[in-house]
């Protein structure tokens, strides 16, 4: 069954550093997220991406934030310059255009 | 904004029992999801339901749109059904961002 696969599974990094969370969409999808979960709350949404471009974008996904699609398949969440309250867990999705999704099994990010 | 309502927050059940995880939501939607989250944190889609029901295996999935509330269904349960369960939705102006509810974690116990 395709899937859609996140690098790294965990990242451990310095505040003000800056990190590029990586996704692989599933082939065929043209419909990409990124979710994020801090410990103990609920997933929420920080972007969507079609058509090479962000096609909306929640309040948490502000100026350090960004997205690419830097080559067709990879898909990246790029934090420039890291906060402790950006510890969490990230979720990389991909959904047809039925509305079906497909998540990846997250990225571990802590922010120390 | 869509509010999303689980309940319960918690549940522990005993192997073999039937298990129902309720979720309300307060504004229309285009459809809704349930997904299963387990420990080690990755999220599985398990179903997507804009009317109706839909079976797969032990778990049945229910929605009412007049009402605004989904019902998820385990039947026979079994330990390895031990995950959270999320409820999430979109609206169809949302461009299918979804908006999850807090999940319900469930303990099923030999």
């Known amino acids: 069954e395709p899937e859609v696969t996140q690098t790294p599974s965990h990242q451990v990094t310095q505040m003000g550093q800056e990190v590029i969370l990586r996704c692989v969409p599933i082939?065929?999808?043209?419909?990409f997220y990124w979710y994020r979960q801090i410990l103990g709350q609920k997933v929420e949404f920080l972007v969507s991406f079609y058509n090479n471009e962000i096609s909306e974008k929640s309040e948490i996904f502000d100026d350090q934030f960004s997205v690419e699609r830097p080559d067709g398949s990879n898909f990246t969440l790029k934090i420039r310059s890291t906060k402790l309250e950006d510890s969490a867990m990230y979720f990389c999705a991909s959904r047809t255009g039925g509305g079906s999704y497909t998540f990846g099994s997250g990225t571990r990010l802590t922010v120390v | 904004k869509n509010e999303v309502e689980q309940s319960p927050q918690n549940l522990t059940a005993q192997e073999g029992e039937f298990i129902t995880i309720n979720c309300s939501y307060s504004?229309?939607?285009?459809?809704l999801h349930w997904l299963q989250q387990h420990p080690g944190g990755g999220i599985v889609s398990l179903f997507m339901?804009?009317?109706g029901k839909k079976k797969h295996g032990r778990l049945i999935a229910t929605i009412n749109i007049q009402e605004k509330h989904s019902s998820l269904h385990i039947t026979a349960s079994h330990p390895r059904d031990s995950a959270v369960y999320i409820c999430a939705v979109y609206e169809s102006n949302s461009g299918y961002a979804l908006n999850f509810g807090k999940g319900t974690s469930l303990l099923v116990t030999p």
């Open positions: 082939s065929n999808h043209l419909y």
């Open positions: 339901l804009s009317s």
């Open positions: 504004v229309g939607i285009s459809a």
